[in-house]
């Protein structure tokens, strides 16, 4: 299986760039023994339209453009999701692992969150937390989060 975090927004010189090359590299690290082929973070461009509903679509349509909905399960980060434990999100990996399907996405939207064309896309909307969260931070959550997951799946010891 392949997992992809498709977000809007890119981590430049930020605090949060070293968080997240550790989390991927960690990820990367363990990827093939917990049955993960390509793990990737796919950073897409925010829109620029100073209108917030034609930023949503415009996000909405460079996001649409790296899915393949007849081959890919979509995941939406939204604060209105459910909300979801470690051993949930581990036995949603596992659960897709045995699927048919060969892409798992999780899609992290702008700002201005998602327009209503994209819950049309996705099969499952969760949440990270109850907490309005930074988008940037929210995107080094999920890293860790998957990383602890996947430890939990091939019992390496990060999660203990």
């Known amino acids: 299986m392949n997992i992809s975090i498709l977000a809007i927004g890119r981590i430049?010189?930020?605090?949060?760039?070293?968080?997240?090359?550790?989390?991927?590299?960690n990820i990367q690290s363990i990827s093939k023994k917990?049955?993960?082929?390509?793990?990737?973070?796919?950073?897409?461009?925010?829109?620029?339209e100073k209108d917030a509903e034609h930023r949503k679509l415009r996000e909405f349509d460079s996001i649409a453009k790296k899915l393949d909905a007849s081959k890919s399960i979509n995941i939406l980060l939204d604060e209105k999701g459910k909300l979801i434990s470690t051993i949930k999100l581990k036995s949603m990996l596992h659960g897709y692992q045995l699927s048919s399907?060969?892409?798992?996405?999780?899609?992290?939207?702008?700002?201005?969150?998602t327009c209503n064309n994209m819950k049309q896309e996705v099969h499952?909307?969760?949440?990270?937390?109850?907490?309005?969260?930074?988008?940037?931070?929210?995107?080094?959550?999920?890293l860790e989060q998957i990383y602890r997951a996947l430890s939990i799946l091939i019992n390496h010891p990060y999660h203990k």
Do not use: Q, W
């Open 12 to 25: 430049l010189n930020s605090p949060y760039k070293s968080a997240s090359d550790h989390y991927i590299r």
């Open 34 to 48: 917990s049955g993960i082929s390509n793990f990737t973070v796919n950073e897409i461009e925010k829109s620029r």
């Open 101 to 113: 399907e060969r892409n798992l996405n999780f899609i992290i939207g702008g700002p201005d969150g």
């Open 124 to 142: 499952e909307n969760i949440s990270l937390s109850m907490m309005t969260l930074p988008h940037l931070l929210a995107r080094i959550l999920l």
